[in-house]
Nanobody
C-alpha cells in the first residue's frame, strides 16, 4: 500500500513556473515507476510525464515536452514535476500515480495508486 500526497499547485501567469511534489509513504518507493497525469474540466485524464523506477528514463506527452521535467529523489520518497513556460492550456488538476506493471507508462490503468490531486491554474 502506498499513499501519495501532491503539493505545489497554485495560480501563475502564462510563462511562469511551478514545481509540483508528490510524497510517497512507505519504504517501497523504489518498486514503483511514477507518473504525472492531469485533468482539465470536462476532459479526460491525460498523461503528462513518467519516470522509471531507477530514475534514468523519462517520457513526456508532446504537449509538455521541453517545458516540463519529471524527477525523483529516492532518499525523500518524492517525485517532482518542474513546469516551465506554463500556458493557459496547462490549467488542470495534476495527479501523481505509482505503478508496478510497466507497459507504456502512459495509460492510467497501468497505475495502482493515485494521489488526491493539486490544482494548477495558468492565466493569460
Amino acid at each position: 500500500q502506498v499513499q501519495l500526497v501532491e503539493s505545489g499547485g497554485g495560480s501563475v501567469q502564462a510563462g511562469g513556473s511551478l514545481e509540483l511534489s508528490c510524497a510517497a509513504s512507505g519504504r517501497t518507493f523504489s518498486r514503483y515507476f511514477m507518473g504525472w497525469f492531469r485533468q482539465a474540466p470536462g476532459k479526460e485524464r491525460e498523461f503528462a510525464a513518467v519516470i522509471t523506477r531507477n530514475g534514468i528514463i523519462t517520457y513526456y506527452a508532446d504537449s509538455v515536452k521541453g517545458r516540463f521535467t519529471i524527477s525523483r529523489d529516492s532518499a525523500k520518497n518524492t517525485v517532482y514535476l518542474q513546469m516551465n513556460k506554463l500556458k493557459p492550456e496547462d490549467t488542470a488538476v495534476y495527479y501523481c500515480a505509482a505503478g508496478t506493471d510497466w507497459s507504456t507508462g502512459r495509460r492510467p490503468n497501468e497505475y495502482d495508486y493515485w494521489g488526491q490531486g493539486t490544482q494548477v491554474t495558468v492565466s493569460s
